[in-house]
Each structure stands twice: as C-alpha cells, then as structure tokens.
C-alpha cells in the first residue's frame, strides 16, 4: 500500500503546528498500514473490523480532545485532521471513532453522574467498552424532537419502551446512549447490553457505509435502575448539543473521503492513454481535476478557521452546519465526478472511489440531512424556523 500524501495546494501545513502534523500523520500512517489492506473486504462483506478497536485506542483517538480520564487534550483542529483521515480510509471508521467521542464520551462527560463519568469514560477512552447513540427512529429522522420512545419512572427503576433506527455502533455497543421523553421532556438514559428487553439488531443489505455497523435498537420494557438517567440532559438542546460534536468531525472526514477520491483519479488520469494520449492531457478532464483541487482547498481553509473557533469557545452550531453542509456535497460530487472519469474501472471496489461515493450518500443523511443543514443556516440568517 503506498504511503498517502495528503494534498496541499495552499501550504497548508504551514498553519499547522508540529503537534498538529504529527497527529495527521501518525493516523495516516495507520490508515495506510492497518485500515488500507482489509477496507475493500470489509466493505464487501458488509463487517465492521472491530480488531481495529484497540489500535485506535492505542492511538489515544478516543476521548482524545478529553484532559480528564487519561484523555491526550489534543486541541480542534488535531481532532479534525485525525477524522480526516480515518474518513480518507473509511466513512465506518471515522463513524465509529466520532460516534464514540462525540455521541457517547461527549454526553456522559457532560450531562452524567460522577458515578456513571468514572464507571464508562475509562472503559470506553480505552476502547474496552464501545457506545451508541439512539436518536433516531423509524418514524422521525429529522425530527426527532417527535420521538415515540418514553420512559416512565417505576420505583427505583425506569421502564423503556420504544425502537430507535440507524444506529452506528448498535450491535457492537456495550452501552447506548438512549433519548426518551419522561413526562414529554426528552431526557438520556444509559442502557447496558444484555439489560432484559433491550436488542440491538443489524441492518442488512446496506448499499452505503458497508463496513459500518448499523443497526435498530428494541426496547421492549426495558427496565433500568433510576441511576442511569444522564442528571444533565434535560430537553431536545441536550442531544443537539452531541451533535455538533458529530457535525464538526464530519466536516473534516468529508475532507479526507474528497481526497482519497480526487488523487486516485489524478493519478489514473495521468496513465490512462485513449486517443493516444493520457486522458489527463484533454480539458475536460484538466477542468475537472481543477475544480476538484480548488473545492478541496475551500474546504481544508473552512475547517481550520472552524478548528480555531471551537479552541475559542466561540463556535456557532450554525458555523458547524455551514461546514458539514458544504463539506458533504463537496466530496460526493468530487467522487461522482472521480468515478466518472476512472470509466468503467471507476465501478469496481478494485478502486476505492466507488467505496467512498457509496458511502457519502449515508453521510450526506446522517448527522442532519443537506436539507437540514440549509435550513438551520437559514434560521441563522433570518432569524426564522422554518420548522415550525
Ligand atoms: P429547536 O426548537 O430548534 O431546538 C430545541 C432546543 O435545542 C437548542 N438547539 C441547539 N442547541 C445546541 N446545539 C444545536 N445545534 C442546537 N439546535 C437547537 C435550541 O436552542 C432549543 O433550546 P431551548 O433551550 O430553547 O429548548 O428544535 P426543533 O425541534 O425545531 O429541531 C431543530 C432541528 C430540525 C435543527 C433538529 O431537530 C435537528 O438537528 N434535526 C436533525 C436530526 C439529526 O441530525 N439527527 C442525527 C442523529 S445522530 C446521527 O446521525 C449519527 S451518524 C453517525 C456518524 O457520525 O457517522
Ligand atoms: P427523513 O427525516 O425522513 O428525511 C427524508 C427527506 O426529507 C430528506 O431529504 C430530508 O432532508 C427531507 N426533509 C425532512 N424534513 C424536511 C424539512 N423540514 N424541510 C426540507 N426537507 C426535509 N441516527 C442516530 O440517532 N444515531 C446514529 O448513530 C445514526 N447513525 C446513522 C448511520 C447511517 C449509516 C445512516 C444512514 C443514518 C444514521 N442515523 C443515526 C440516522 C440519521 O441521523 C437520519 O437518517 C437522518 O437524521 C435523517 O432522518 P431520516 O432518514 O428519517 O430522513
């Protein structure tokens, strides 16, 4: 597996500190060593590798922006490069580690107990313990402020009923993070596998995210102990919050999924001979390439400026929007355009293009769909929901 390269038009790894570029590069080396040669099966079989579970722990990338538990505290823009490039390597990847940082790390960290911090962080900053997050339902995906899950408190106990869809990480899951409304206010609750009435089942026949794990979570009263409700997380503003956590990774793994695509086609385009001449030498392709090189840039430039706005505490959920939004589209187009130019080899997993056009479609959903996305950054602009 050749050693990736990165794509840099506009030094910017000038910008970079030396902490930065040794973050980048160490997750890329791993990208290129652990996660290159087994992706492509993975995919096709439809399996999350979960023997990759401890080296991405090792790699100190769960809870890493984390000072407390044994997390490294590595800043914003660290985190975003490491997310770019576990997305250059595989959306399930990147999907796993951000769903385990933002969506499950991020609540218990802030909205727990000191019990349920010092009982779960350790475990799953290790990697000894994998978590979920159950927003979503079958019946209210953008929405999800309408869930049907409740729960209902019973002496020392809270009883769960409902079914949550889509869920990354379900069946590996030892612990999900699962929204309910108790007395219609939305609230969190930590459910254990092999609690009686709670299942985690698989979604077959994915066509995108393969090699992720996704699945839909049964809970059937299920019947937790009172202790496991997050104290913090009190209405919808809760689970939105984890949000922006999973938004502001997938802003930058958009990156790294846009780049894997855009520098197979470069190099393919320059060994591809038709017409006696290496397509790379006719101006629609040249207009192609340029254009895939200049919205790559725009994008690497939107996330640093979003980095350094988190670091500053002054980030906007809106700003986060803005950069998923654009960052998504950015790499489906860029590996539409790429899979057109690779011509028939460009439908095979033979090339990674495909792997990654496949899987931008679930990231282009997941985490808040373009719509959605357009329509907060429209609330920013016009002060008015268009929700309500
Ligand atoms: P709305 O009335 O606007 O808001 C309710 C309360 O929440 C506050 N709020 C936020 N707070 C923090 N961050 C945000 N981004 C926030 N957005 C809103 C808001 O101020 C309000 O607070 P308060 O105190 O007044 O109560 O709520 P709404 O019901 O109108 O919904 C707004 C909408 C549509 C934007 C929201 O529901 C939404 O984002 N929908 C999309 C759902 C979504 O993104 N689901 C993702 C599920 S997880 C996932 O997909 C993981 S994929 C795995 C991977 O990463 O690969
Ligand atoms: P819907 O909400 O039904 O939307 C369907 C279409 O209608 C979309 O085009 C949407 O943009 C449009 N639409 C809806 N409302 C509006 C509106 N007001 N204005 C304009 N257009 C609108 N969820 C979790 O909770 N946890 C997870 O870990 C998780 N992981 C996922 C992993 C994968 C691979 C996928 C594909 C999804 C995952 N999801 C997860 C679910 C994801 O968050 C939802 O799919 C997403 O929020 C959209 O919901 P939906 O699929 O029900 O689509």
């Keep these: 597996m050749t050693n990736f390269v990165g794509v840099d038009h506009f030094n910017i790894d000038e910008l970079l500190t030396e902490e930065q570029k040794l973050i980048r590069n160490t997750v890329r080396r791993f990208v290129d060593e652990e996660v290159m040669p087994i992706i492509k099966d993975a995919f096709e079989a439809g399996r999350f590798p979960k023997e990759l579970i401890p080296k991405i722990a090792a790699l100190g990338l769960l809870g890493a922006t984390l000072k407390e538990y044994g997390g490294a505290g590595i800043d914003s823009i660290s985190y975003g490069l490491a997310m770019q490039e576990l997305e250059r390597g595989d959306t399930a990847i990147r999907s796993f580690c951000s769903v385990q940082n933002g969506l499950v790390i991020y609540p218990i960290y802030t909205f727990g107990s000191k019990e349920q911090k010092d009982y779960w962080l350790p475990k799953l900053m290790r990697g000894e313990a994998v978590g979920c997050f159950g927003l979503t339902e079958p019946e ?93 997380a009190e209405g919808l503003r809760a689970p ?64 640093l400026r979003l980095g350094q706005l988190r670091d500053a505490g002054t980030i906007k959920p809106a700003q986060i929007s803005l950069a998923k939004r654009n960052n998504v589209a950015m790499a489906l187009q860029i590996a539409r355009m790429a899979r057109d130019l690779l011509g028939a080899n460009g439908i095979t997993l033979d090339y990674q293009t495909i792997r990654h056009m496949l899987n931008l479609e679930s990231v282009y959903t997941l985490e808040g769909t373009h719509h959605i996305q357009t329509l907060i950054l429209g609330q920013d602009i016009t002060g008015i929901s268009a929700f309500k």
């Design 240 to 303: 939105l919050m984890c949000l922006n956590q999973g938004r502001y990774a997938i802003a930058w793994g958009a990156i790294g999924a846009a780049m894997a695509c855009y520098t197979e086609v470069v190099e393919y385009a320059k060994q591809r001979i038709q017409f006696d001449k290496p397509i790379a030498s006719f101006q629609l392709v040249q207009e192609k390439l340029a254009d895939m090189l200049t919205e790559i840039t725009k994008a690497q430039l939107l996330c």
């Design 140 to 232: 209210h995906g953008s929405d999800p402020g309408a869930m049907d899950t409740v729960a209902e408190r019973d002496g020392d106990s809270f009883v769960l009923n409902g079914v949550k869809s889509w869920i990354t990480n379900a069946t590996l899951a030892d612990v999900a993070v699962v929204w309910a409304k108790l007395d219609g206010v939305v609230r969190g609750f930590l459910v254990e596998k092999g609690t009686p009435g709670f299942t985690a089942v698989k979604i077959e026949h994915k066509m995108s995210a393969r090699a992720s794990d996704t699945g839909e979570l049964y809970l059937n009263n299920c019947r937790i102990p009172k202790e496991n409700m997050l104290p913090g």
